[in-house]
């Protein structure tokens, strides 16, 4: 009997026991068509959670960006960087890869410096975005090498542009596509 009561209770408790997910760090190269385009580095932090819950990470992404401006009569490229940070969501429990969903806060700031006809054409594009979403899917190619193919769209809170450049020259709407290409630790 005692054995009876010893295996149904280990049985019940296993049923309900579930097992902890470790912390888990991956970090990504980083390529995103927009604008502006980026190129950089992504960090994608994982904290330990129970095997029935969503996974959430936290993202940084930090990017060098370029930005091209196409008009009537003059053409040049600005330089800059890109940071966003925020969280991604798993769409299955306790998995570390599928269909997930991201929102960023982002901050771009791409600097004009160029000679155009025989004129100094000089200054500052900058913008703010928390509505920055993204959805994705995480490949897994090996353990710990993984492809992340995204789409997304981008609406950005323009701050005035400085010397030259003025933010008539840009949308505030604008898509996306990226991919990054993973190691996890």
């Known amino acids: 009997m005692k054995k009876i009561i010893l295996l149904l209770s280990l049985i019940s408790v296993s049923a309900f026991a579930q097992d902890i997910k470790k912390d888990v760090v991956t970090i990504s190269a980083n390529y995103n068509w927009s604008e502006p385009t980026q190129y950089g580095v992504s960090f994608e932090f994982t904290k330990g959670m129970k095997s029935r819950e969503r996974l959430t990470s936290w993202i940084l992404n930090a990017s060098y960006g370029q930005l091209k401006l196409d008009e009537k009569n003059f053409t040049t490229t600005g330089n800059g960087f890109v940071v ?21 806060i982002t901050h771009g700031e791409i600097k004009f410096d160029d000679t155009i006809n025989g004129e100094k054409f000089k200054g500052k594009y900058s913008y703010w975005s928390i509505f920055n979403p993204n959805i994705g899917y995480k ?10 193919p995204s789409l997304g769209f981008n609406w950005k809170w323009e701050v005035r542009g400085q010397g030259d450049v003025d933010n008539k020259y840009f949308d505030n709407f604008v898509f996306k596509a990226g991919v990054k290409l993973g190691y996890t630790f």
Do not use: A, M, P, W
């Open 139 to 148: 490949i897994q190619l090996t353990k710990n090498l993984s492809i992340d």
């Open 84 to 104: 966003d940070l925020g969280t991604r969501t798993y769409s299955k429990k306790g998995i570390r890869e599928g269909l997930y969903v991201e929102n960023f």
